[in-house]
């Protein structure tokens, strides 16, 4: 996972440095301000809307729009499989591209032997005798980032076309000839048999699909911000809408457990450093600092790591969800916990700018999200409502009922002590 804001050459926000070595000529201050300032608005937007569309998720029954529910034993284990995954990554681009420096002339002093894993490159070093090798063709870096350019596009294409969708529908004409469509995958037979994927789509949908194959041409062919960052928008989007913590303890659980994660690769090593260079993936969003003097194509980029907008999202719109259970006409625990999201994040950028050191974001992040609406719950005394709200896995009948009798319960015990 990537998330960290950083100073240039360092984590998932960042000032990005040039390619040819050479010094970039500093960055405006107006430059800074609007780019910094346009990464924490392209943060709140999936959030918020994504926290409302989390709602209807909750209550739909379309199978291709249920949520999948993040339960305490998920979130225990997702940052131990987090850094394995990234230290993972990390020494695969440290063993197999060691020497991706090796360029122009030098070229002409590789030999190639067979091998029963392939062909592999013998580098001679011109300046001593030692020798580098490191596999060919199926373990080129570049052949890495052209499948995970192929597999990005994608998925994004899927995920900015659902995201799309319910704004274009308002665009459609009354007599637009809309046709459902149904994909379903089955396994077994008669009493046995299970759906895999049950898909229901309509003409609408398809259109919004070809629109949204535009953005992923653009992104594959051109690798430009503009569409590198319509796909990270919807990846968040779509992360917020439809990954639904079942409780405000797992919560606590996952941002805690992130929380030291990315402490420690952002502070203790370059792991996450090193792994974010190597990608070419819109798992970022990105704003040049740049666009006043050099206009859309501007190429001097502060990063925001898409983890940073996913994680503490999915927490808010928890919130948000535990608010409508109230049965309240106030959001308070949602607006608390957005503010806090912004007053983290805007914390965040301030105190990389001041010391011009990588600063995890989630290190103000998670105590900003979790402690103003705890703080907010004792002030009103329902910290007992906030922690005994349960959700439940709407592909699981029966933990759907238990979490309701749970959540109705709860309720009633909040009534019974306002009563008192």
Not at 172 to 196: C, D, H, M, V
Request: contains cysteine; charged residues 15%; proline residues 5%.
């Amino acid at each position: 996972m990537d998330s960290a804001l950083s100073d240039p050459h360092n984590g998932s926000a960042e000032a990005g440095g040039p390619a040819n070595g050479t010094t970039r000529p500093p960055s405006t201050p107006e430059g800074i301000a609007l780019a910094y300032g346009s990464l924490l608005l392209m943060a709140l937007l999936p959030i918020f809307f994504g926290a409302l569309r989390s709602v209807r998720c909750a209550r739909g029954k379309n199978s291709s729009d249920m949520p999948e529910t993040i339960t305490s034993r998920d979130a225990a284990r997702f940052p131990i499989i987090a850094s394995c995954t990234l230290l993972g990554l990390y020494l695969f681009f440290k063993v197999y591209f060691p020497n991706k420096t090796y360029t122009g002339s030098v070229l002409k002093t590789w030999k190639t032997q067979k091998s029963k894993k392939g062909k592999t490159a013998i580098i001679q070093n011109p300046t001593s005798r030692d020798s580098h090798s490191f596999p060919l063709e199926i373990f080129s870096q570049e052949y890495i980032n052209l499948l995970l350019s192929m597999y990005f596009f994608v998925l994004g294409i899927l995920a900015l076309s659902h995201t799309i969708s319910p704004f274009m529908n308002k665009f459609f004409p009354a007599s637009f000839p809309n046709r459902q469509y149904q994909l379903l995958f089955t396994q077994g037979s008669g009493e046995n048999k299970e759906e895999i994927i049950n898909y229901e789509f309509d003409t609408k949908d398809l259109v919004c699909l070809g629109l949204s194959s535009i953005v992923g041409v653009w992104y594959l062919l051109r690798k430009h911000w503009i569409a590198n960052n319509l796909f990270g928008l919807a990846f968040s989007l779509n992360g917020v809408e439809l990954l639904h913590l079942n409780n405000v303890s797992t919560g606590c659980i996952l941002l805690g457990g992130l929380f030291i994660y990315d402490v420690f690769w952002v502070f203790g090593t370059n792991v996450m450093v090193t792994v974010a260079k190597s990608f070419e993936a819109p798992i970022k969003l990105v704003f040049p600092q740049d666009l006043l003097e050099k206009g859309l194509e501007a190429d001097n980029f502060a990063m925001l790591g898409l983890g940073d907008i996913v994680i503490p999202g999915i927490f808010i719109a928890l919130l948000l969800r535990f608010d409508i259970s109230l049965k309240k006409d106030t959001h308070t625990y949602f607006y608390t916990s957005f503010a806090a999201y912004i007053f983290g994040l805007g914390l965040t950028i301030f105190i990389m700018h001041v010391f011009k050191h990588a600063q995890p974001a989630l290190l103000y992040l998670v105590p900003a999200c979790v402690g103003f609406p705890v703080l907010v719950a004792l002030a009103k005394g329902e910290v007992t409502e906030m922690f005994s709200y349960e959700e439940s896995n709407p592909k699981d009948p029966a933990a759907a009922t238990e979490s309701k009798e749970a959540t109705e319960a709860s309720a009633s015990k909040g009534l019974e002590k306002k009563e008192k």
